[in-house]
C-alpha cells in the first residue's frame, strides 16, 4: 500500500482481498465486458493496439460463465485462482 500500486484501484480492491467484501465497486462483470467489447470495437476500427483490453475481455467472459453476469467485477479474484 505504500509502494507504486497504490491508488484508487488498489482501494477498491483490497476490501475484496481482505474481507471478500464488493462494496468497493458495485460493477458486475457482465456491464465491464460490454464496455470493454465497445472499446475492443473502436481500438480494432482504428487499427490501434488493444491486445491487454482483448485478454481483460476474454477474462471477463471467463468470470461469466463460471459465476454468472450478475457477479461483480472484484469476484474475478475467485477467477484467477
Same mark, same amino acid.
Given at each position: 500500500a505504500k509502494g507504486g500500486g497504490n491508488g484508487v484501484a488498489l482501494e477498491r480492491v483490497k476490501p475484496k482481498l481482505l474481507t471478500g467484501d464488493t462494496a468497493s465497486l458495485k460493477f458486475s462483470m457482465a456491464n465491464a465486458k460490454k464496455d470493454l467489447g465497445y472499446y475492443n470495437d473502436m481500438a480494432e476500427q482504428s487499427s490501434?493496439?488493444? =491486445? +491487454?483490453?482483448?485478454?481483460?475481455?476474454?477474462?471477463?467472459?471467463? =468470470? +461469466?460463465?463460471?459465476?454468472?453476469?450478475?457477479?461483480?467485477v472484484l469476484d474475478l479474484v475467485e477467477a484467477l485462482r
Open positions: 490501434s493496439s488493444h =491486445g +491487454i483490453a482483448q485478454a481483460v475481455e476474454k477474462l471477463l467472459g471467463q =468470470g +461469466i460463465d463460471a459465476f454468472g453476469p450478475d457477479r461483480m
